[in-house]
Structures are given as structure tokens and as C-alpha cells.
């Protein structure tokens, strides 16, 4: 009801604008996950080794780390409208490229390009959203960029599952799909304002003001608001000559780094990529597999509105360590239920229906709002850059490396079935290690201001 009453507070300047950028969340989700469906018929018409399909799914990874990286010159340059444009282009022309290959190297560009479109998306649009709230709706409005990252998920899942059975070349169907989105999203963004900030940045002070008083229906004092945006400018440009490395910031970099680390290492990404290839080794159809997936990515969505309503109760600390042993109980009996074959059925799908609700009520939320709270004002934008850098390197290389384990121990599917069990009891064993690492340093931030935060990291 809160969340609700909030959104009611908005003028539609502000929601045409907040809902366009959160679009750019929905192609995220969307974009990464559709590639599950498309897996089991891709490796059948490409013939794709182990290492291959490791490609196929990775390479929109290393595109999203790429992304990740450079968008910030550019975004600094043209300003967050001109460059979200050209980036629902790519996403249209991924899709497009995708559904059109006839040769796995050109999917895969097509999946890199994408990639990089998503990496920017995740850098340009919560930034964005931040930037043109009022600061009573920051908090609810920049949340709705990870909402509309799951929904996307689910949407994708939802597209797999009624586009499984219209021929062999299903997937190139569920990959032209992704076209739709990226059309919206472009459109949407020619009702969109610049950012009030990148204008003050530009030195077009009269046209901060305009927008700043559009967003806000005349309700702050734009004068102040102008002053505390150019202050703000002045601190982050004397961040950037900080040794972040060095004292007092090194131990406080770390800790980001390590928890975007074990957020991937929970094994999330294997889950949402490979669920229905994972379902299938289990045993299960093609149709059963899709259904399943749709129900984890059901799941992921219901969790993560139960997250965002219970974070500022709860504590982001309590509900990561909570998430963590349930996710390493879960991952541990799911890999000894494969090797055993003691927990078989619909057993193995009630525990992945399980390490979803734990993820999506701990690390799906908690650990953006951690990133974002937990480093000292002239170093937030590096330090949570270098967290979500880490995040993108863990989960490339875990989505790679997946199908060659599994593969590793044959082809038949009682081969593949223990290679995926050792996989997850390994993932069960690094969340466990995860859990004792994040108790020992994360410290709670819930009910403090940034610069208690601040105080409490450096000393």
C-alpha cells in the first residue's frame, strides 16, 4: 500500500519518464534469460560442444561487462536520453540478428552486441531514475529498475514456454521476440526529459530548472535543488583523483568487490540460463521443463515485491544470511538428490522453486541497496561500479564454464546428471563460504543515514 500511495504522489511527467527508463530493467531480464529456451533446440541445430554452449550463453555476459564500462564517457558526452536510444537499437538489432543466424559465431555476436546494450542499460537507467526523482520518491522509484529486471525474466520465461512448440526453429522465434520490447522502449523514450544533472554538468542552468519544476510539480525549491546538484558534481569530481586501493577505502572496496562475487557464486545465474536444459537432464519433457521455469521465474517476481516491502523492517543484513543458508541447505540437497537419486521429480523442482524464493527475499534486492548505501559519499559511484563489475565477471565465467562440468562426465544423461549434481554441491559449499564471509563484514545499514554509514566503514 505504501509503495502504492507513492506512485499515486507522481506527476506523468515523472511517470512517463520513470516507466520509460525502467523499460531498459524489463530488456535486461529479458534479453539474458530468453537464451534458456532457446538452448535446447540451439545445441541441436548448431551441434554446440559443451564449450559452445558456454559461448552461446556467456557471450552476452562479457558484452554486459564490457557495456558496463564504457558507457559512462559516453553517457557523460550526449546525456542519458540520446544514448538510451541508440541502445534500444542495438537491443532491436540483437534480437533481430539472433533470430536471423545461420552460423553460431554470428548468434553469438549478435548475443555479444546485446550484451552490450544490457550492460549500458544496467549502468544509464537506475542512474537515470535517480537523477529526475524528487528525493521522497527516490527510494520506491529507483527500485522499480530491478523490479522491472525480474518481470522482464518472467516475461521471457512466459515466451519460451508459448513459442516451444511451432517447430525445431522455435528459437528463432523466442530470440525475434525480444524485438517487441526494444520498439516500446524506444518510443517511450521520445516522451522522456534529460537528466536536470547532466544539464547542470552542460552549464544549461534555465533548462535544469524547467525540468526539475515539470518532475516535480513546482513542489521543491529548484534554486536549492540546482545548488545541491552542483555540489554534488564538485564532490564526485574530486572522487575521481581518491586512490580508492589505498586507506581508508581499501578495506570498505573489498568487502563491494567480495559481495558482488558470492552474490554470483549462489549459482543464480546457472538457475535462470540453464533451468530448462537442468530440468531436462532431470528428466523431464521439453514442455514440462519451460512450465517449470516459468513457475521460478513466477516465484523470483512474488519474493522480490516481499524483499522491497520487508528490507526497512527486516534489515538488508538479516535477509542476506537468511538467504544464504537457505540457498546453501537448497543447493546442497539438490546436488545430493542427482547423485543419489534419492530426491527425484517433482521434489528437485519444489528445491529450485525453493533457492529462488531465498535468493529473490535476500541477494536479488539486498545486495543493490547494499552497493549503493555502503560506500562514503566521494567514492559511491566507483566503489558500486567495481561491485557490479565483479558481479558481471563472476557470472560470465560460472555460465561458461557450467555446460563443460557437466559435459565433462559424459553425454548420457546419467552422466550429465552427476556432473550437474557435483556442480551444485560446489556451489553449495561456496554460498556456505559466502555466508561467513558477508557475517563477518557486512555491516547493517538499515535506519542510517549515508554519513553514519560513512563514519562507520572507516573506522
Known amino acids: 500500500m ?18 520509460a527508463a525502467a523499460l531498459g530493467g524489463l530488456l535486461f531480464g529479458y534479453d539474458t534469460v530468453i537464451i534458456n529456451g532457446a538452448m535446447l533446440n540451439l545445441v ?30 559516453p553517457g557523460d558526452i550526449y546525456g542519458a536520453k540520446r544514448l538510451l536510444q541508440l541502445l534500444s537499437i542495438i537491443f532491436f538489432a540483437s534480437s533481430v540478428g539472433c533470430g536471423l543466424s545461420t ?19 544496467s549502468v544509464i537507467c537506475p542512474v537515470y531514475i535517480s537523477e529526475i526523482s524528487p528525493p521522497k520518491l527516490r527510494g520506491v522509484l529507483t527500485s522499480t529498475f530491478q523490479l522491472a529486471v525480474v518481470i522482464g525474466i518472467l516475461l521471457s520465461l512466459v515466451s519460451n514456454y508459448l513459442l516451444l512448440n511451432i517447430g525445431d526453429q522455435n528459437w528463432r522465434w523466442m530470440l525475434y521476440s525480444g524485438a517487441l520490447p526494444a520498439i516500446a522502449f524506444f518510443m517511450m523514450l521520445l516522451l522522456i526529459r534529460e537528466s536536470p544533472r547532466w544539464l547542470v554538468k552542460k552549464g544549461r542552468i534555465e533548462e535544469a530548472k524547467k525540468i526539475i519544476e515539470e518532475l516535480s510539480s513546482h513542489e521543491i525549491n529548484t534554486e536549492q535543488t540546482i545548488f545541491e546538484i552542483q555540489e554534488s558534481i564538485q564532490l564526485e569530481n574530486k572522487g575521481k583523483h581518491i586512490e ?14 567480495f559481495a558482488g562475487i558470492f552474490s554470483q557464486l549462489t549459482g543464480i545465474g546457472v538457475v535462470f540460463y540453464y533451468s530448462s536444459q ?28 516481499i524483499a522491497m516491502s520487508v528490507i526497512d523492517k527486516i534489515g538488508r543484513k538479516k535477509l542476506l544470511l537468511f538467504g544464504q543458508l537457505g540457498m546453501m541447505t537448497v543447493l546442497f540437497l539438490f546436488g545430493y538428490g542427482l ?20 535468493f529473490a527475499a535476500s541477494q536479488g534486492v539486498v545486495i543493490w541497496v547494499l552497493l549503493a548505501e555502503m560506500f562514503p559519499n566521494i567514492i559511491r559511484s566507483r566503489g558500486a561500479s567495481l561491485g557490479s563489475f565483479s558481479n558481471w565477471v563472476v ?51 538499515k535506519g542510517k543515514t549515508l554519513e553514519q554509514i560513512e563514519k562507520e566503514v572507516l573506522c
Request: proline content about 2%; some cysteine.
Open 395 to 445: 557470472s560470465a565465467s560460472l555460465n561458461f564454464l557450467f555446460p563443460i562440468v557437466v559435459g565433462f562426465f559424459g553425454t548420457t544423461q546419467t552422466a550429465q546428471q552427476m556432473g550437474m549434481g557435483f556442480a551444485f554441491l560446489f556451489l553449495a559449499i561456496v554460498t556456505f563460504l559466502g555466508f561467513i564471509y558477508l557475517k563477518k563484514n557486512i555491516i547493517e545499514t
Open 244 to 257: 580508492v586501493f589505498k586507506e581508508p577505502y581499501r578495506k570498505i572496496i573489498f568487502i563491494g568487490i
Open 278 to 305: 537442468i530440468f531436462s537432464i532431470a528428466g523431464f519433457s521439453a514442455d514440462s521443463s519451460m512450465a517449470q521455469s516459468v513457475i521460478l521465474g513466477a516465484t523470483n517476481l512474488l519474493f522480490t515485491l
Open 103 to 121: 552460423h553460431i559465431s554470428a548468434f553469438i555476436f549478435s548475443r555479444f552486441i546485446g550484451g552490450l546494450a544490457i550492460g549500458g542499460a
Open 44 to 73: 541441436k541445430y548448431f551441434q554446440l560442444s559443451p564449450s559452445l554452449q558456454g559461448w552461446t550463453v556467456s557471450s552476452a555476459l562479457i558484452g554486459c561487462i564490457i557495456g558496463t564500462i564504457v558507457i559512462g564517457k
Open 2 to 19: 505504501r509503495i502504492k500511495t507513492k506512485f499515486k504522489q507522481m506527476n506523468n511527467v515523472l511517470l512517463k519518464c520513470t516507466l
Open 339 to 358: 547423485l543419489s537419486e534419492n530426491i527425484t521429480g517433482y521434489w528437485l523442482v519444489g528445491l529450485l522453486v525453493a533457492f529462488i524464493a531465498f
